[in-house]
């Protein structure tokens, strides 16, 4: 486990992004409901907190066709001493899918176990949820269920988060500056959230970039191609997207228009800011890059 401070509300609804454009595919609705105010900032390995909240939001939305999926997020009250230090977090997601069989439910977390009837089996090993399941233990939380077979299942994470300090603001009255520890403590709390994505597909271009941004201290994805990219993009929120233009199955210029128009019928107004990267400075491409 990789533990590390979260803008925890930026957090979830980069999680929620991911899935409106799916939900919204399948005709089915996707409602995210936040019982209890969430803690602005907490401690926890992002990387697996959203591959759990990624595969049981996934899976409720594949095997739903009708009705939707109720995401909560709950921050569950406890009154004793270890409150102020950490808060118990409850991820719950609600469906009205097929449902699972009682039977099948105590075997629905051992790896390799696809329940259902073979006509409503998907492909693949179901390590997913055998995996999620693993995951939440080693945060020290819980992975549960309950479901009605033509009804709907109910998936439900309860972890104890720590709580990490709220990022201050205050500037001394005399002056306008921050202290210069406290600015470097903001900026790499700002270059540890941002989510950077880099398609291109010639390798040098891949390593100068990755360098340059890794000196400047963040991490990136990349993909080597526009296709790469928009698939990318479904499955997770980039705050930027570094976009070459020209590269091979899919180039930038249409890349970008794919991923603008998975965003287009959302109500959502968090979009990934994208840079075109390209050698060609010609008026031509200049006038598409404004529009793409």
């Known amino acids: 486990m990789l533990p590390e401070e979260l803008d925890f509300p930026k957090f979830i609804n980069g999680v929620v992004e991911i899935f409106r454009i799916r939900a919204q595919e399948k005709k089915i609705y996707l409602n995210y409901q936040v019982i209890n105010k969430l803690p602005p900032r907490v401690i926890a390995d992002e990387k697996r907190l959203r591959q759990v ?6 899976n409720a939305i594949k095997f739903t066709d009708r009705g939707g999926v109720n995401f909560k997020v709950d921050s569950m009250e406890e009154n004793n001493s270890q409150s102020e230090k950490q808060q118990k977090i409850r991820f719950q997601v609600e469906d009205t899918g097929k449902g699972i069989h009682p039977n099948d439910l105590e075997k629905i977390f051992l790896a390799f176990e696809q329940v259902g009837s073979n006509r ?95 000196r400047l201290g963040y991490t990136i994805e990349i993909v080597k191609n526009g296709l790469a990219a928009v698939e990318a993009v479904k499955n997770q929120f980039y705050d930027i997207i570094f976009m070459d233009i020209q590269m091979p199955e899919m180039d930038g210029l249409e890349a970008t228009h794919h991923i603008r128009q998975q965003f287009k019928n959302t109500t959502s107004t968090c979009q990934p800011w994208i840079i075109a990267m390209t050698a060609n400075a010609m008026k031509k491409y200049l006038f598409l890059l404004h529009f793409a």
């Open 120 to 214: 409503n089996k998907v492909e693949g090993t179901g390590l997913g949820l055998a995996i999620s399941h693993k995951i939440v233990e080693m945060m020290g939380g819980s992975l549960k269920v309950t479901s009605k077979l033509g009804i709907g299942s109910i998936f439900w994470v309860d972890l104890d988060l720590p709580l990490a300090p709220e990022l201050s603001q205050q500037v001394n009255s005399n002056s306008s500056l921050i202290t210069t520890q406290k600015s470097n403590n903001s900026q790499s709390i700002k270059q540890s959230i941002l989510r950077i994505l880099l398609a291109e597909d010639n390798p040098v271009n891949q390593i100068i970039a990755k360098k340059m941004l890794h």
């Open 53 to 58: 909240l990624i595969n049981l939001l996934g």
